[in-house]
């Protein structure tokens, strides 16, 4: 929700060009439609969909202007935070 809420505050204030939104989720439906709806933001989707192993939501599908149906292993690596050191 909080992320959802943030998106849409930052595309409300002209804050960002683009939301790009990775998940299969359909609970960042409401947000997606509403940015489109109220902003000039562009909604793009990543749908980490391992091949084989089912498809992109509809319903979240619907909500970009552009979707990706994968997201490769290094991709996901680079884009982790650092192991805490404790």
Not at 9 to 27: K, M, Y
Not at 51 to 73: F, M, P, Q
Request: with cysteine; hydrophobic share 45%.
């Amino acid at each position: 929700m909080a992320l959802a809420l943030h998106a849409y505050g930052d595309a409300l204030r002209h804050e960002v060009e683009q939301i790009i939104v990775l998940t299969n989720d359909s609970d960042f439906v409401p947000a997606m439609r509403m940015i489109r709806a109220h902003t000039p933001a562009i909604v793009g989707l990543i749908a980490p969909i391992r091949s084989g192993r089912g498809s992109v939501n509809a319903e979240i599908e619907k909500c970009a202007h552009w979707t990706r149906r994968y997201i490769l292993d290094d991709e996901l690596a680079r884009s982790q935070l650092p192991h805490a050191s404790g």
